[in-house]
């Protein structure tokens, strides 16, 4: 006897479809890649014993920028600025474009 398997009625849909539906997918996307940037340029300057001070030193910027920089919720961040900061902590910035996965989607039977 082979029994028939029935969808979980309790099975939301993905996350990323509620995100984009309620219009809100690209700015939670945006913020969290920022708040990995600065999670990762302060882990590198803690790891290099840098100072706030030094590191905007590094930069040639001043230390608000850096602050800037630094801040998770701020979103407005230029490339050259990031790549002054990343540079000031011996990285590198690698930045690329991949497709959208393409979601499959199974009917329930």
């Given at each position: 006897?082979?029994?028939?398997?029935?969808?979980?009625?309790?099975?939301?849909?993905?996350?990323?479809?509620?995100?984009?539906?309620?219009?809100?997918?690209?700015?939670?996307?945006?913020?969290?890649?920022?708040?990995?940037?600065?999670?990762?340029?302060?882990?590198?300057?803690?790891?290099?014993?840098?100072?706030?001070?030094?590191?905007?030193q590094?930069?040639?910027?001043?230390?608000?920028?850096?602050?800037?920089?630094?801040?998770?919720?701020?979103?407005?961040?230029?490339?050259?600025?990031?790549?002054?900061?990343?540079?000031?902590?011996?990285?590198?910035?690698?930045?690329?474009?991949?497709?959208?996965?393409k979601?499959?989607?199974?009917?329930?039977?």
């Amino acid at each position: 006897m082979v029994k028939a398997i029935k969808a979980n009625p309790h099975r939301g849909s993905d996350f990323d479809d509620f995100l984009k539906e309620d219009g809100i997918f690209e700015l939670v996307q945006a913020r969290a890649l920022k708040r990995a940037l600065a999670e990762q340029l302060e882990d590198a300057m803690l790891s290099g014993n840098l100072s706030k001070v030094l590191m905007a030193q590094r930069m040639a910027t001043s230390r608000s920028q850096l602050d800037r920089v630094l801040d998770p919720s701020n979103l407005s961040i230029q490339l050259d600025t990031l790549i002054k900061a990343a540079g000031a902590v011996g990285r590198t910035v690698e930045i690329r474009l991949k497709p959208q996965a393409k979601r499959v989607r199974t009917s329930a039977a």
